[in-house]
């Protein structure tokens, strides 16, 4: 089991661009989410799954687009990158959002 | 608002003694409560989940109590090491539907030899 996977692990993006972040897991969970982490604030919820076909959005949604074509697919998509979006990215998956998550190494993007 | 505070402090204690970890929350009502830990640069990784309905939960020299009165959880580590030293963070599901995983950001732990 590779457990759950993020491409790339280093973007840099200028102001407008936009890029896909890639997340995918082969633990035939139904739970996926997506975080940012900065410095002081720890982790947010930007969207969630609860299954193929199901997003919703969690604490900072803004500027960032979700789809889930597939059980272990879940990309995050940023329209039009700004610099408030400079962060360190986090995919997650569960069985359900009550069990313990599987965190991705992470994806550190630099919007200039 | 909701709020889940962590020690923003680093907590530093000698090799051998107990670390002691607070989570505090206000205006929640979760169900569980699940503590991580984070090592620089890497994604955080589950140690323990506790209920509402347990008081205490133990693995190994990690101890974890959820008093949903006060609306605090404590994590604890027995004996600690070096290798202990990381950050962190404690999570409780979030109100609406239990959907939602919310974090605290976390304490750093640094163990002295």
């Known amino acids: 089991n590779a457990g759950v996977t993020q491409t790339p692990k280093f973007q840099v993006l200028k102001t407008g661009q936009s890029m896909t972040l890639q997340c995918a897991q082969d633990?035939?969970?139904?739970?996926m989410s997506w975080y940012r982490q900065d410095p002081g604030m720890g982790l947010r919820l930007i969207h969630y799954s609860v299954g193929a076909g199901i997003t919703d959005q969690g604490e900072v949604p803004n500027g960032y687009n979700v789809s889930r074509s597939t059980t272990e697919d879940f990309p995050l998509r940023l329209l039009s990158a700004a610099p408030s979006q400079t962060s360190v990215y986090f995919c997650?998956?569960?069985?359900?959002?009550?069990?313990?998550?599987?965190f991705g190494p992470g994806t550190r993007l630099t919007v200039t | 608002s909701q709020k889940i505070e962590q020690n923003s402090e680093a907590l530093n204690i000698q090799e051998g003694k107990t670390a002691t970890l607070t989570c505090n929350y206000t205006n929640y009502s979760p169900a569980y409560l699940q503590w991580y830990r984070q090592d620089p640069g890497r994604g955080p990784v589950f140690l323990l989940l506790?209920?509402?309905?347990?008081k205490e939960k133990r693995k190994e020299r990690l101890k974890v109590t959820f008093d949903t009165t006060l609306k605090q959880s404590l994590f604890h580590i027995t004996a600690s090491q070096p290798a202990d030293s990381a950050t962190y963070l404690c999570?409780?599901?979030?109100?609406?539907?239990?959907?939602?995983?919310?974090f605290g950001a976390g304490t750093r732990l640094a163990v002295h030899p």
């Open positions: 997650a998956s569960s069985r359900t959002v009550l069990w313990e998550q599987y």
């Open positions: 506790i209920r509402e309905n347990e």
């Open positions: 633990m035939n969970h139904e739970y």
């Open positions: 999570a409780l599901d979030g109100s609406g539907g239990y959907n939602k995983l919310i």
